[in-house]
């Protein structure tokens, strides 16, 4: 079972008033329903999405629902269920804000549909679960993502998204919009409003723990960058001193730089700071990291020198 149909199926189970159900209700026909010769189709491959969707119909419009399968286009092994609605089909539309008095279509629901937090949460439930998809994010990355046939609709829903400070964009596509989210804590905030609980913590333990596992990569990146810094830099000061050693000039430098270079020749493989450490320590006179890199430039400077008169 995918991640996006755990989440449909958890929501499912969500009881709600009236108010909350009709505003459910308006999200899924308004983004899913075939309105043609006096019948209303509604498409769906999820079992469980029938089941509320003719509960719902009975209960609030005494309506009987109508359920014929279909074989699926869409490469799925999953039946498709259509559920035909017909009696009181005028009621039910003008009641969820489909059309107005005089049946005309309107591009987004009347204000009483989504009048209150609840009945917005609800209106995109409605909307989650004919057109919704959520990435796993142990698997992929992270994305959400509603496909709105409707230009209207796809401003609407962008807009209750917001209301909730979810920065939910917009993108055409060949057959519609697509309203999408990719930043995880937004998506995280987004399962919360469709009240999918369970969701929301599977999400969170999978993103705390890519988030721990990026930053163990990062910090053993930086720790390879030094590394890889630590060797370059003895490996050059190895080779100044090879020239300083080849034209036989090491007399040519102070006490204190001879000193420096003959303990970078025994530890070749330390950074400046432990060659500083292992000076102090064996010589009894303090050598910071700063001084040792002091004597190191005299090194640079005079191997730098050596080199040019071979030209």
Do not use: W
Not at 90 to 117: R, T
Not at 261 to 279: G, N
């Amino acid at each position: 079972m995918s991640y996006t149909t755990k989440i449909k199926n958890e929501i499912l189970n969500i009881e709600g008033s009236k108010s909350e159900l009709i505003a459910e209700l308006s999200g899924f026909i308004r983004n899913n329903g075939e309105l043609a010769q006096n019948m209303l189709r509604l498409t769906t491959e999820n079992t469980a999405i029938v089941n509320r969707l003719v509960l719902m119909l009975e209960n609030l419009y005494e309506s009987k629902v109508e359920v014929e399968t279909k074989e699926n286009l869409n490469f799925s092994k999953n039946k498709l269920y259509v559920l035909i609605i017909k009696e009181n089909l005028m009621m039910i539309l003008k009641d969820i804000g489909y059309f107005d008095e005089s049946q005309n279509y309107l591009g987004s629901p009347p204000e009483y549909i989504v009048g209150a937090n609840e009945e917005i949460r609800s209106y995109l439930r409605g909307v989650f679960l004919c057109q919704g998809s959520i990435n796993d994010p142990k698997t992929s990355r992270y994305h959400m993502e509603l496909l709105i046939s409707k230009p209207e609709e796809a401003v609407f829903v962008q807009k209750l998204l917001n209301i909730f400070d979810l920065n939910a964009k917009i993108l055409t596509r060949d057959k519609g919009y697509m309203i999408y989210i990719k930043e995880a804590e937004k998506i995280s905030d987004y399962l919360k409003i469709l009240g999918a609980s369970n969701a929301v913590m599977y999400f969170e333990n999978v993103r705390i723990y890519r988030d721990k596992k990026n930053q163990t990569n990062r910090l053993n990146n930086c720790e390879q960058a030094n590394i890889n810094k630590v060797v370059d830099a003895a490996s050059n000061q190895l080779k100044q001193i090879g020239i300083i050693k080849e034209y036989m000039a090491i007399e040519l430098l102070d006490d204190k730089t001879k000193e420096a270079l003959e303990y970078r020749i025994k530890y070749p493989e330390a950074s400046l700071k432990e060659l500083s450490e292992i000076i102090s320590l064996e010589t009894g006179k303090k050598i910071t990291k700063s001084g040792l890199n002091h004597r190191f430039r005299k090194v640079k400077e005079l191997a730098e020198k050596l080199s040019k008169t071979r030209l």
